[in-house]
């Protein structure tokens, strides 16, 4: 059974920094790639980062680039979200999926029907 866990959000001063964990199992590292989607309230799901374990090649959105680094760890089948210089407007609920290899190739993909494996999302505010 294929299972994501994400952990790390909390309440954070606007200008502070968080890191987000998402913990994989039930799947080998090197056959999916991990992206980072974060939903506000009342808005839809975006996708923020992604990784491949292929080639290590990242995306990130516009409005995280710069603040955020997307990693992983393949010993702990574990990718990270280092999130710094928060903001009010990054207050939403992150959640971690992946997406499995397939005949499209290697590459992460920021798009939420891509993903194959959802976990459960963890919540993350910012006060200003």
């Known amino acids: 059974e294929v299972q994501l866990q994400a952990s790390g959000g909390g309440l954070v001063q606007a200008g502070g920094s968080l890191t987000l964990s998402c913990v994989v199992s039930g799947l080998a590292f090197d056959d999916y790639s991990i992206g980072w989607f974060r939903q506000a309230p009342g808005k839809g799901r975006l996708g923020i980062s992604c990784m491949s374990s292929a080639d290590g090649n990242t995306y990130y959105d516009a409005s995280v680039k710069g603040r955020f680094t997307i990693s992983s760890d393949s010993a702990k089948n574990t990718a990270y979200l280092q999130m710094s210089q928060l903001k009010p407007e990054d207050t939403a609920t992150y959640y971690c999926?992946?997406?499995?290899?397939?005949?499209?190739?290697?590459?992460?993909?920021?798009?939420?029907?891509?993903?194959?494996?959802w976990g459960k999302g963890t919540l993350v505010t910012v006060s200003s």
């Open positions: 999926a992946a997406h499995v290899y397939d005949r499209s190739g290697y590459g992460c993909s920021p798009y939420h029907g891509a993903q194959d494996y």
